[in-house]
């Protein structure tokens, strides 16, 4: 498989990647350049690939129908604070899965693991009830505190306990004999050596809270507490159809700034999840 | 070990006989392990306890009324007709986003596996939709999908007429597998290529001395080398797949008729739109079920079709 490619060959596989990429590229491409055309222009054909004529007043409609700021705060408010709320239970929580030796550790690392098993969609209508119940439905505490606590995070508990276990045990021993206890070892011994785990488990916690949907429509009422997919499926015109120039507005100043900062960092992105990929 | 570990002068409130090493060591253990143990209790197990219990329950949200009915919402699932068409629904988007998305991953991590100049590029272009807003996404394939949209203007300019893609059975439920397949395949395509990286060369090497020519080195050799990795993606996949909502609920609403209703979709319905929450609990406790029976089943399996354990 590793052999040199002859030129023929060669041609061949870019030629083929490019025409896989089609779908992969052009849909972004296509909500950015509609996002900027004036609506007369949206349908037309033959399909304008690039803009000719431009209306950016869809952008100003964008903040004028709904608070945009606001619910994007709420996206980025929530999706930060349950990113750092993961990493902190799940480093911690794998870390003594892997390294420390406590009573009944294998049978509580199983019944997290159920976690796994279980959906959060299995369990929405209970959890709707609970949070009625303590007068939190139509904030945004479920969105807050079932990812960091719940299901969502047993995933990072895993990875996390996947890499605490490769960890040379001499650093540790090292450590004790130095006098250092326990949450000493762990804050300055095992977690500094964890970035690229944490790191990863940070990227997909981000993307797991950026992209919930059906846990704010279940649990959010009013647009000012909306997050942002919620949000952007609201531009609708009197008869509910979309208002397509708007949303794709909307969808471009939700995706864009991700997508940059993934461009940027994409190495640490691609390599990183490879690399939760699941050695082990 | 457990000797030097007894030799280590105890300091501080260490110093009383009770806080040996290990009792220290197991409070750390309990402590660390506390908030996601509580976490899974709390918003899970006790969960899973409840949805049990509401289904068995006639649950009347306006007239504020929860009587037990005992297993009466579970012959209203087997007397649901609608509900074989949602299964049929879900199968069919199960079965078709797992086998477009793991044959595709395959297909680009070997693409991308190959040696040649600006390969990395093409890699964070093929997973760049992983990280586009779902939403986002699925608003633009829905913009591209219409009857005068993006998709059909192409088509048209080569003087093919396309269809409604959204509005009819066949097309809508091709759609939402493929606007799926497209925003998440990335993940399984890196999967399948740290797997194919990890693959010892002197294999291929070998093969090629015997003069194996390449699709059987593939087969041979390949395949069976990556099996735990597809095994793996496999299971990710298909219960990922159980859980797609915010597509259907974007893209088709469910319809037309109940063409698209998968199982989540049409639970979401049944609980958050109608208020029948003893029905919408029973389909949870459904839900819970067939994926907890295909994770066995395909854990079951692994002992047949994987070649290897690392």
């Keep these: 498989m590793k052999a040199e490619l002859s030129p023929r060959m060669k041609v061949f596989l870019y030629g083929l990647m490019c025409v896989l990429l089609v779908p992969f590229v052009f849909p972004t491409w296509w909500m950015v ?84 098993l279980i959906p959060s969609e299995v369990t929405i209508v209970p959890l709707f009830q609970m949070f009625l119940k303590a007068g939190m439905v139509n904030t945004h505490w479920p969105l807050i505190l079932v990812p960091i606590f719940g299901a969502p995070s047993v995933f990072a508990t895993f990875v996390m306990r996947q890499f605490f276990v490769t960890l040379p045990g001499e650093l540790e021993e090292a450590a004790r004999v130095d006098g250092l206890g326990r949450f000493k070892i762990f804050r300055k011994i095992a977690l500094p050596l964890a970035r690229p785990a944490l790191a990863s488990v940070a990227i997909f916690t981000f993307l797991h809270s950026w992209n919930l949907f059906l846990e704010p429509i279940v649990f959010l009422s009013s647009a000012d507490k909306f997050t942002l997919p919620q949000a952007l499926t609201q531009y609708t015109d009197a008869y509910g159809g979309p208002m397509w120039n708007i949303q794709l507005a909307a969808a471009t100043l939700t995706a864009l700034p991700v997508l940059i900062v993934f461009i940027i960092a994409q190495k640490q992105f691609v390599e990183g999840l490879a690399h939760t990929g699941l050695k082990g | 070990m457990a000797v030097a570990q007894e030799n280590v002068a105890p300091e501080g409130r260490a110093s009383s006989p009770f806080w040996t090493v290990a009792r220290r060591d197991s409070l750390a253990g309990f402590l660390f392990i506390a908030p996601q143990l509580i976490g899974i209790i709390v918003f899970v197990l006790i969960p899973l306890g409840l949805v049990f219990w509401y289904s068995l329950h006639e649950w009347n949200v306006l007239a504020n009324t929860f009587t037990y009915t005992g297993a009466q919402n579970y012959r209203m699932l087997i007397e649901d007709t609608n509900l074989l068409e949602v299964l049929g629904a879900t199968a069919i988007f199960s079965a078709g986003l797992v086998v477009f998305n793991l044959s595709l991953a395959l297909l680009l991590a070997v693409l991308l596996n190959q040696k040649l100049a600006g390969i990395t590029i093409f890699r964070t272009l093929f997973f760049s939709p992983v990280v586009v807003s779902l939403v986002a996404w699925t608003i633009v394939w829905g913009f591209l999908l219409q009857k005068n949209g993006g998709i059909n203007g192409m088509l048209q300019v080569f003087g093919i007429e396309g269809p409604n893609w959204l509005r009819e059975e066949t097309t809508a439920m091709i759609s939402v597998i493929v ?94 739109q109608f208020h029948f929450f003893g029905y919408g609990s029973t389909l949870s406790i459904l839900l819970f079920v067939i994926v907890a029976v295909l994770t066995f089943a395909q854990w079951q399996m692994r002992k047949r079709i994987v070649f290897y354990e690392s």
């Design chain 1, 33 to 116: 350049t509609s996002s900027v055309k004036p609506i007369s222009d949206i349908f037309a054909f033959p399909p304008q690939l690039v803009p000719q004529s431009y209306d950016w007043t869809t952008y100003q409609k964008v903040f004028e129908l709904q608070p945009f700021v606001q619910q994007y705060w709420n996206s980025a408010y929530i999706a930060a604070l349950v990113t750092l709320g993961t990493m902190v239970v799940s480093s911690m929580a794998g870390y003594a899965f892997a390294r420390i030796r406590f009573p009944f550790a294998n049978t509580i690392f199983m019944i997290v693991l159920l976690g796994l």
């Design chain 2, 179 to 272: 606007v799926q397949v497209f925003k998440n395949v990335g993940l399984n395509m890196i999967l399948f290529l740290a797997a194919l990286q990890g693959v010892p060369n002197e294999l291929y090497e070998a093969a090629r001395i015997d003069g194996a020519p390449r699709f059987k080195q593939f087969r041979r050799i390949t395949l069976p080398l990556i099996s735990p990795t597809i095994l793996l993606t496999s299971i990710i996949t298909i219960v990922g797949s159980l859980q797609v909502f915010a597509q259907i609920a974007v893209l088709t609403q469910g319809g037309p008729g109940l063409s698209t209703t998968v199982l989540v979709y049409y639970l979401y319905q049944q609980a958050f």
